[in-house]
């Protein structure tokens, strides 16, 4: 029962954008859209080193091969650290460990929280039932989650962040879990940057992401209520990658017939919907991309003239309306793997297919397979066509109009 509501509510969530993916199937095959699929960036120090260290052990390593970027120097760090030995020119493996064995094949690094069912703990037989790796640990296996595994659900118990182990329980709930995490970006190096119309601008560059997990809903299958909730204090988790980012002037809010809430779920809704045609324009997973929303200006911002935006609040009343926000979407891998650059070079029909997607779904107030389900339309988990609910599409095409 419980894969059959996942299942439904996973096509649910994704059924018209592969109606929009069908009706415009010559994104597909135009040139325009296929180059952006990058291949994986070998500037990835998490990945680079790992990849030296292996080709190390099969092979001595001269100092002309071309491996990546600075390859003298890394051999020479690998060496400092013990890993590798210099004779007769060539760099060699010294280390007792084989490489191969610390690398993750679902993640960059291979910091994994075990999972331990704790049913047979009394007669002195736990098993391990799986990994996690540690971005999404804090999300799927944190305390009281529910996580699922093979089709049977578990009860996390207790969670040991320190040893990286998840204590879990088989348990049998009409419910799932859902964590809320905050998110925090802050611009470390801006790598290229220009102003567009609105006023706007659009950059990309290096960000550390701040992310605590702060709390979890229990959501009802099929019905999607909201029957619960708890807080949560795990560790904050920091990141440095890298990211795309809009930045919208004030002024493109100033002539839109909606309140300040209303507005704000407009931001929302865009970068819900931004979100999701990455995924699909850079064929990668959901969770290959993150999402956040901060206030301008980035701090690393060198070249953009961000007095031309407004002028700023005058007064407290005008400063409370005053919201210049920045729209992320990074890379969820440490260091970043190339997915970025690409969206900052294309953003034009980042942004041109976004709205197809939202101007083509028949729904009047948003919902998952556009711009999200509004906070105001929610009602035990139903989408209610209360009156007064935030105009999304609206506030959302017209923020496209200026871009």
Not at 385 to 401: D, E, G, H, M, Y
């Amino acid at each position: 029962m419980q894969d059959d509501a996942l299942e439904a509510r996973a096509r649910y969530s994704s059924r018209h954008l592969l109606r929009w993916i069908s009706s415009s199937c010559s994104i597909l095959i135009t040139s325009s859209a296929t180059h952006l699929n990058t291949p994986t960036s070998s500037d990835n120090l998490e990945i680079l080193v790992n990849h030296l260290k292996c080709a190390a052990f099969e092979l001595p390593i001269s100092p002309d091969e071309r491996f990546g970027f600075d390859l003298p120097g890394l051999c020479e760090q690998l060496g400092e650290a013990g890993f590798l030995h210099q004779s007769g020119g060539d760099w060699h493996w010294i280390d007792e460990a084989y490489p191969a064995d610390t690398i993750s094949l679902r993640s960059v690094t291979s910091d994994n929280f075990v999972i331990i069912d704790t049913t047979g703990e009394d007669k002195g037989k736990p098993e391990v039932i799986g990994e996690v790796d540690f971005s999404s640990a804090l999300t799927t296996v944190h305390p009281k989650a529910i996580y699922i595994h093979q089709g049977q659900q578990y009860h996390v118990e207790h969670l040991d962040f320190d040893k990286r182990k998840a204590y879990v329980k088989p348990v049998n709930v009409d419910y799932f879990t859902d964590a809320i995490r905050h998110t925090q970006v802050r611009v470390l190096e801006v790598a290229e940057e220009e102003t567009i119309a609105g006023p706007a601008a659009r950059a990309h560059g290096d960000v550390l992401v701040r992310s605590q997990v702060v709390g979890f809903k229990k959501i009802k299958f099929f019905t999607n209520e909201n029957v619960g909730s708890g807080k949560l204090e795990l560790p904050e988790n920091e990141m440095h990658t890298t990211s795309f980012w809009l930045t919208l002037g004030h002024n493109l809010f100033a002539d839109l017939p909606f309140s300040l809430s209303e507005r704000q779920n407009g931001i929302f809704g865009l970068l819900y919907g931004l979100g999701s045609m990455a995924t699909f324009l850079m064929m990668c997973d959901r969770r290959d991309l993150g999402t956040a929303i901060g206030e301008r200006p980035p701090s690393a911002a060198t070249e953009i003239n961000w007095e031309d935006f407004t002028t700023g609040p005058t007064s407290a009343s005008e400063a409370k309306e005053f919201f210049e926000p920045n729209l992320y979407i990074y890379d969820t891998c440490p260091g970043g793997i190339g997915f970025t650059e690409p969206l900052y070079r294309t953003s034009d029909m980042l942004l041109n297919r976004t709205l197809e997607l939202i101007s083509a779904c028949p729904c009047e107030n948003g919902c998952p397979s556009c711009v999200g389900p509004t906070a105001a339309a929610t009602r035990v988990g139903k989408v209610s066509q209360a009156k007064n609910t935030p105009l999304i599409i609206a506030s959302v095409a017209r923020l496209f109009r200026c871009l």
